[in-house]
């Protein structure tokens, strides 16, 4: 639907949204500054991209290379939406407010719509920042990277990733409030495809500010948006991210090797506090790397001073600080009720009927009320048999719902009740195992996780042998987190000996051997030489 507004014709959106000019490109469709009609206000309404392809097209194309744009399609499709989801659920100041969402008749395209921001993107001030002789002053810095901290803490406590964190994905109100912006990549964090460590040609990031298990294409935890955050610090410092493409070697094979630069080293004048906080969100290794919280109270210190920018006064992030502005204590944690017995303990047939009813939310995407059906189930207590399978439902919740932390902890509870039912190499109490591995992988405990899978592939070929595919996939995956540890020699020496099993059973061309292969394509070009 078209409206002709002061002589210019104007595209409406679901009858409400009447879109006005272009303001950027998200990571999966175009924004536009538009107004709602129903409410006579501003907002910023991000549509869905589509790929243009017509009939004549199309008619000229492969069958395979059809099916891949189709597959491609809908998998932005399934991205845009739970960005939508995503960014709805989170109420933090340093998110832009979601307003409404939709599918709209006229077109079919989908809509999201939200605050429009007043400002300037990070990135465009750092470009537009003299480092010469003007840079960016530290207490700028510090207030920016410490709101960017404060979002964090509350994102990664939900058990959100962003895994883009960049100049460009930030951005500066006036009032000096930052806001994250495009959660579209963190949008795909569900059970079904992040927990697994082996996808193939799906890295998610951009090259400049990715963590060094990104590169992998390893599943990643809050750990890698402080090594963003790192990147993006070490920029607005100096005016260069730490690592850029060289004669000898391309970013990201810097991020995996060398050393990250200190700051002071470019910029002496920098506090060595900071640059030492900087070295150490930059760390290769993910656990070694500090959490959000911890980030936000280092920088704190150092945003309680206004500074001068030329034309930018409006813009200084120091101001939430010093004026101040109330805002969400970091420290606050989420508190889930505990599961108490009652004195109506639910019987079998109960179960079996809450279990069904969270089978039918989750199939449509309504993790919360599936995870509120099950914990009202729990809490009322009854036999240990019953309670654990409930438990295990409602951990497999959790992890669709992309709450590793919470479904670890309910894995951990369900995999403890079933072995001392059933014993410690029960399948139940393997699978526990097995899904707690993938938990601490997706959380960034790359360690942690190669321990459980170690300990469950043991049991597990005991039980079904070498060939089993879960026995293959968990070889794979114990390879993969050997490289994110840095152990080179031993991740290819599994991966050789998983690519001869798997050419014996499914063929040397077969897809399972060409995913091997990429994979020691990867290992010898990011780690060192044997």
Not at 83 to 89: D, P, Q
Not at 131 to 160: C, F, K, M, N, T
Not at 448 to 468: K, P
Request: aromatic content about 6%.
């Amino acid at each position: 639907m078209t409206d002709n507004v002061d002589g210019f014709a104007s595209k409406i959106i679901a009858g409400r949204y009447r879109l006005d000019h272009p303001i950027g490109q998200g990571g999966m469709g175009e924004v536009w500054a538009g107004y709602d009609l129903r409410l006579d206000r501003r907002v910023a309404v991000k549509l869905l991209k589509q790929p243009a392809i017509g009939a004549a097209v199309f008619g000229a194309i492969s069958d395979s290379i059809r099916v891949d744009l189709e597959a491609a399609a809908e998998t932005a499709r399934l991205r845009f939406l739970r960005e939508v989801r995503t960014t709805a659920g989170l109420t933090s100041p340093g998110i832009p407010a979601v307003h409404d969402a939709g599918e709209d008749e006229a077109t079919g395209g989908l809509y999201l719509v939200m605050q429009l921001l007043q400002g300037a993107e990070v990135g465009i001030i750092i470009d537009e920042t003299d480092y010469v002789h003007d840079p960016l002053p530290v207490s700028w810095v510090a207030a920016i990277g410490a709101q960017i901290a404060a979002v964090l803490v509350e994102v990664h406590r939900l058990s959100v990733v962003h895994r883009d964190i960049k100049p460009r994905n930030l951005f500066i109100t006036t009032g000096g409030i930052v806001k994250v912006l495009d959660f579209g990549v963190a949008a795909l964090r569900d059970g079904g495809e992040t927990t697994r460590l082996t996808r193939i040609g799906q890295t998610v990031g951009t090259p400049p500010y990715m963590a060094p298990e990104q590169v992998f294409n390893s599943a990643v935890g809050p750990a890698a948006d402080i090594y963003g955050l790192g990147c993006v610090l070490h920029q607005m410092l100096t005016g260069a991210p730490p690592f850029r493409d060289s004669p000898s070697m391309s970013v990201t094979e810097h991020h995996v090797r060398t050393p990250p630069p200190p700051v002071r080293t470019v910029r002496p004048q920098v506090p060595e506090p900071i640059e030492a906080l900087v070295l150490s969100m930059l760390a290769k290794q993910a656990e070694q790397r500090p959490d959000a919280e911890y980030v936000y109270v280092a920088l704190l210190p150092y945003t309680m001073t206004l500074s001068q920018l030329a034309g930018r006064d409006e813009l200084d992030p120091c101001l939430p600080f010093v004026r101040p502005m109330a805002a969400a204590s970091s420290a606050t944690k989420t508190i889930r009720t505990a599961h108490t017995a009652s004195d109506n303990p639910i019987s079998e047939t109960e179960a079996d009927a809450a279990r069904e009813l969270a089978a039918t939310l989750i199939e449509a995407d309504q993790f919360t009320q599936a995870i509120d059906a099950l914990s009202a189930a729990l809490a009322r207590g009854g036999p240990e048999r019953v309670l654990a399978d409930l438990r295990l439902t409602l951990a497999s919740a959790f992890l669709l719902a992309g709450d590793h932390r919470q479904a670890l902890i309910e894995f951990e509870s369900a995999g403890r009740s079933l072995a001392r039912q059933y014993g410690p190499e029960d399948e139940d109490v393997l699978h526990c195992q097995y899904q707690m591995a993938l938990c601490h992988a997706a959380l960034g405990e790359p360690t942690a996780a190669l321990e459980l899978l170690q300990t469950f592939l043991a049991a597990w070929r005991r039980r079904e042998g070498d060939d089993n595919h879960r026995s293959l996939e968990a070889r794979q995956q114990i390879a993969l987190l050997l490289a994110v540890v840095g152990n080179f020699q031993e991740a290819r020496s599994e991966l050789t000996a998983l690519r001869n099993d798997f050419a014996r059973l499914f063929g040397a061309q077969s897809g399972e051997v060409a995913g091997i292969d990429q994979q020691l394509a990867r290992i010898e070009r990011y780690g060192p030489q044997a």
